[in-house]
């Protein structure tokens, strides 16, 4: 089994910067593609970012240029660089993950909030 969890939301100004974390257990993380999601109030869940096991990575077109992913395999572990946060960041964000080998089968987290405002 995968367990994923999220750690790093919280409150923070418009323009300010977040880093959340997904540490993952389990035997999938070296061959899994991980991403976040979130999701805002009375609003689907979205893509924010992916990241495969060879680093190759995919941002929402409203994220590029502010967020970066990435992952340390030795860790366990995705991260999710936020900056120059707006309000419209708020949400909570879920940590995904499936593997690259197999039938595809999606792992959550349970979600952390972050929220952007003054």
């Known amino acids: 089994q995968v367990q994923l969890v999220e750690s790093g939301g919280g409150l923070v100004q418009p323009g300010g910067s977040l880093r959340l974390s997904c540490a993952a257990s389990g035997n999938i993380f070296s061959i899994a593609t991980m991403g976040w999601y979130r999701q805002a109030p009375g609003k689907q869940r979205e893509l924010v970012a992916t990241i495969t096991s060879g680093g190759s990575t995919n941002y929402a077109d409203s994220v590029k240029g502010r967020f970066t992913v990435s992952r340390d395999n030795a860790k366990n572990t995705m991260y999710l660089q936020m900056n120059s946060l707006k309000p419209e960041d708020t949400a909570v964000y879920y940590c995904?993950?499936?593997?690259?080998?197999?039938?595809?089968?999606?792992?959550w987290g349970q979600g952390t909030q972050v929220t952007v405002s003054s």
């Open positions: 995904m993950s499936y593997s690259e080998y197999g039938p595809r089968y999606d792992y």
